[in-house]
């Protein structure tokens, strides 16, 4: 590795994007090992920033909720929030309150909790297509269509071209180059007539149609351009961080035989197993950005107004800090705490429904391939610090 300098290029300090995209943990070792908060530059292909990466268990929780870390940019925003509208993940108080408690009057646990035997049905389904051949891509396969058809029939989207959304999501949370205003507008164009239709058409008890029907007591309710953008997030963020909960969670266990006989002879242990998984090697590398309201004094390295800044979740899991022996996968280990689905007034509203599509998939996955190996090492890995994941991942039985 190469040594730390006032910026870190996260490229050359790992030796070369790829090999840093492949296991980033050892950089992130590196990195916590000398301070809570360094100024990085991010690895290619695609896009890359200076900004500031926070490291280190603590440090990342308490970011979660310092103040003065906001989520809207002190200056006009980019393509997406033209496009595709102003969501969650850029709104802070009160504009986040307010938003966040139209969309949980009908995103509730209840209608989570009943979509439990829809998952089996599904996940059932593609497995009975898949296990007769007797090996597959997983991703392709398991990973990325069973959350895909979860969210598209909790939000009611009709079907849709698989390939196509496949590759515009992926452009959307892992970019490969620096003009993304023709996705976004492809995606702007497709919500905007989903909204539509859904507004032509009989009321029907879809989460999308029950947040265009939905009004708080006072009349508030989502405005057009609101409604396109939590379609959006829930679209995009409802599925692609359960696509690489079950390719990682599955590559770990295949990786470590003793932990994956240890839940084939005893599944009481899936809760738990799932929990390490999101802690070990999450779906979510680094939370999305935030800046610097005024200067931040973080570990005695001060951010300065304007900043734009990464909460790195990945570094928090392995943080021996917190964690002991953290490059250690445990399904036994007590992995609670892990900052898989953020903290704070952002935790992710769909960390119920990812939870039980994982559990669900790893589980069935389990009990129908009891000889399930990689057939090769992964190769491929999603480019840049937002999700963590492969593209594909071959596997036999």
């Known amino acids: 590795m190469a040594e730390l300098g006032e910026t870190v290029d996260l490229d050359h300090f790992a030796n070369g994007a790829r090999s840093f995209y492949a296991d980033p943990y050892p950089v992130y070792d590196a990195l916590r090992r000398r301070g809570a908060v360094h100024h990085v530059r991010t690895p290619g292909p695609g896009p890359r920033e200076e900004l500031w990466l926070i490291v280190g268990h603590e440090a ?103 390939d196509r959304f496949r590759r515009m999501s992926t452009q959307v949370v892992a970019p490969t180059s620096d003009d993304e205003s023709e996705v976004y507008a492809e995606l702007a164009a497709f919500l905007d007539a989903l909204i539509e239709d859904k507004r032509a058409s009989e009321p029907a008890d879809d989460l999308l149609s029950a947040l265009i029907r939905t009004t708080a007591e006072d009349g508030d309710r989502l405005s057009p351009s609101e409604l396109r953008a939590m379609a959006f997030l829930l679209l995009i963020a409802g599925h692609e961080t359960t696509v690489n909960l079950i390719g990682n969670g599955v590559r770990a266990l295949l990786a470590h035989p003793d932990q994956l006989a240890a839940l084939r002879a005893d599944m009481s242990l899936l809760d738990g197993a799932v929990e390490e998984m999101l802690r070990y090697d999450g779906p979510v590398e680094t939370a999305t950005h935030r800046f610097a309201a005024q200067p931040v004094d973080i570990d005695g390295t001060v951010i300065p107004a304007g900043a734009p800044v990464l909460i790195g979740i990945g570094s928090a899991g392995r943080d021996p800090d917190r964690f002991p022996e953290p490059d250690r996968f445990d399904i ?39 000889d399930l190996a990689l057939d090769a090492e992964p190769s491929t890995w999603l480019p840049g610090m937002l999700m963590r994941g492969v593209r594909t991942l071959p596997v036999r039985w």
């Not at 892990?338 to 039980?356: D, E, T, V, Y």
């Open 332 to 370: 036994r280990r007590d992995a609670r705490g892990h900052l898989a689905f953020g903290h704070g007034i952002h935790f992710c509203l769909g960390a119920p429904l990812a939870r039980i599509e994982g559990r669900t998939a790893i589980r069935s996955l389990l009990e129908r391939c009891p």
């Open 60 to 162: 990342a929780r308490a970011a979660f909720t310092d103040p003065r870390l906001v989520k809207s940019p002190p200056w006009e925003w980019d393509v997406e929030s033209d496009l595709i509208g102003r969501h969650l993940l850029f709104a802070d108080p009160p504009e986040h309150g307010r938003l966040r408690s139209l969309v949980t009057r009908e995103f509730t646990a209840r209608r989570v909790a009943g979509l439990e035997q829809r998952i089996q049905k599904i996940t059932d389904e593609l497995l009975d297509d898949m296990v007769p051949r007797g090996s597959a891509d997983l991703i392709a396969a398991l990973a990325f269509p069973l959350p895909l058809v979860v969210i598209c029939e909790l939000l009611g989207v009709p079907d849709i071209d698989r």
